[in-house]
């Protein structure tokens, strides 16, 4: 997400690193490129004018003028008015109650169903909550089925009564979470292609009976700039808590992220990055700010990494690592833990520096590592705990079980070989870089 935008901002960005002092003149040209990257990329006019406004008052600040290096003082001014422009700090969900209580609301189409999915699977993952799903959208073919569909796959239980009235589910759906010690209930809501009288009356009912500590807006980023208008049409009916961003994975420009906490005060709590369960992330303002202009973002990074690596498991590999001992069973076990994290393109972005490499437009074929996971689970547990006894024969038959050739058997073994001697350098401290 936002990659056109964060190339376009350090393109402008680089040009003050020519400069030895800031002056009017070159400020404006860099803040002029600044505002149509900003423009381009759908973000509110008004949130531009202001933020240009802001960077060139403190760009040509004393601060600034007396400073011996001005444009990484430039860089950290533009970041700054971005983590502003972005809510300033993160802000998570209400989690206690007995039990909390978070209604999703928004139109048809936004998403709103897998996305409360996501946000139960999170709850249960990081928070350790024990989650209810309730299913109030009576109206739209098949809803209840879909959400029955995503508690099945998440194996979290789903509150349902049919095509009966939502308000009265809503209310039903709270008795029987405390019964049986459910302690965050979320509702699905029914939702319309736009706003109307009936669904916001229907809304309106199931706050006022329910009190839900949390009433969040599903919006597909994909709308743009009527965002906005969708969040105020919403907002002036319902007290919402706050936002969440769907499809930022997909062909959008982003620009709604950039103008939806400034223009409507309401935070963003999550961004969906991916159709799978797992693909929902916490809204952190400066890491996304750091993200968009090629600092990284190595803390959501760690993260990632931790959520789906067991620790025992990679203390047990360290060692095997460093005695050299580490053989493709480990390493398949590797395999299928970095698969866990999602496309690793999304992974790599995170690194410092990422746009400057190239690595911004990588693409990992996720088929290659089911290729190599074939070729491996062809092999014998014998042949994957030695892999030096693998010769010819041996690599013929792997490579007829596993449907792939000769020469990729090989390519595996080598640079399986070669990941070793570097694993080993690393754990001695002797590693030294291939280039």
Not at 340 to 352: A, F, R, S
């Amino acid at each position: 997400m936002f990659e056109n935008l964060g190339d376009r901002l350090q393109n402008a960005i680089h040009k003050i690193k020519g400069y030895g002092k800031i002056t009017e003149e070159n400020i404006n040209e860099v803040t002029r490129e600044i505002r149509l990257a900003l423009l381009e990329a759908d973000v509110n006019y008004k949130v531009v004018k202001e933020f240009i406004i802001n960077v060139k008052e403190k760009a040509l600040g004393e601060e600034v003028q007396q400073s011996l290096k001005p444009s990484e003082l430039f860089v950290k001014i533009v970041k700054e008015e971005l983590v502003a422009l972005l809510g300033g700090e993160q802000e998570g969900l209400v989690i206690n109650g007995n039990p909390a209580v978070l209604m999703l609301v928004g139109l048809q189409g936004s998403g709103k169903t897998t996305t409360i999915g996501k946000i139960a699977s999170y709850l249960r993952k990081k928070h350790n909550r024990k989650p209810l799903l309730v299913a109030c959208d009576v109206y739209r073919p098949a809803a209840i089925d879909q959400l029955k569909q995503i508690g099945k796959e998440l194996s979290i239980p789903v509150y349902e009564e049919g095509n009966g009235n939502p308000v009265e589910i809503a209310s039903r759906a709270i008795t029987y979470a405390k019964e049986n010690n459910y302690n965050y209930v979320l509702i699905d809501t029914a939702g319309r292609l736009h706003i109307d009288e009936t669904l916001m009356n229907e809304l309106n009912n199931i706050n006022d009976t329910v009190k839900p500590n949390e009433i969040i807006l599903v919006i597909d980023s994909m709308t743009g700039q009527d965002a906005i208008n969708v969040i105020e049409g919403f907002n002036n009916q319902l007290p919402l808590t706050g936002t969440i961003l769907t499809k930022l994975d997909g062909d959008t420009k982003g620009g709604a992220a950039l103008s939806i906490k400034h223009l409507t005060k309401l935070p963003i709590k999550f961004v969906g990055v991916s159709e799978k369960m797992d693909g929902l992330e916490e809204f952190h303002p400066d890491r996304l700010a750091s993200r968009i202009l090629g600092m990284g973002d190595l803390l959501s990074m760690v993260e990632k990494v931790e959520a789906v690596i067991d620790k025992d498991e990679a203390e047990k590999l360290a060692k095997k690592m460093g005695k050299g001992k580490f053989d493709l069973e480990d390493f398949l076990v590797q395999l299928n833990q970095i698969k866990k994290m999602g496309p690793l393109e999304n992974l790599i972005k995170m690194i410092p520096g990422a746009s400057k490499m190239g690595l911004n437009n990588i693409s990992i074929n996720p088929k290659d590592f089911s290729h190599v996971e074939a070729i491996i689970l062809s092999m014998t547990p014998k042949e994957r705990r030695n892999p030096d006894i693998l010769k010819a024969s041996r690599k013929i038959r792997i490579a007829k079980g596993s449907g792939r050739t000769v020469e990729e058997v090989n390519r595996l073994l080598k640079q399986f070989e070669q990941m070793k001697v570097m694993m080993k350098q690393m754990q001695s401290g002797n590693f030294k870089m291939p280039f």
